[in-house]
């Protein structure tokens, strides 16, 4: 069974920083696409970043030059770095896995096939 914990999240002020982490079963970071969403009350699930099988990683325009996606396979674990928060990135951030490993950074929130239950984010202004 595939089973994805987030942690890490917590307060921060406007341009604080925090690092996200998301502990997966064995081989799910590795083999899988990841991904982060973010959903905030009312608003839409949006992806955050993805990193896929080999590494290679793409970031939303609005967290480029501020946010890092990277995963430690040994570990199984998928890591987000904010930096640079803003109030309205305040939401619920989600690590996601798709099983299809590649070619996952346009596929939305209904196509991948693993969450966690998220790691509450909050940035005062």
């Known amino acids: 069974q595939v089973q994805l914990v987030e942690s890490g999240g917590g307060s921060v002020q406007t341009g604080g920083s925090l690092t996200l982490s998301c502990a997966a079963s064995?081989?799910?970071?590795?083999?899988?696409?990841m991904s982060w969403f973010r959903q905030a009350p009312g608003k839409d699930r949006e992806r955050v970043a993805t990193?896929?099988?080999?590494?290679?990683?793409s970031h939303a325009d609005s967290v480029k030059g501020r946010f890092t996606i990277s995963k430690d396979n040994a570990e199984n674990t998928l890591y987000l770095q904010m930096n640079s928060l803003k109030p309205e990135e305040t939401a619920m951030y989600y690590c996601a896995a798709d099983r299809a490993g590649r070619y996952c950074e346009f596929t939305p929130a209904t196509g991948w096939d693993y969450w966690g239950q998220g790691t509450q984010v909050t940035v005062s202004s």
């Open positions: 064995a081989r799910v970071i590795a083999i899988y696409c």
């Open positions: 990193i896929d099988i080999d590494g290679q990683t």
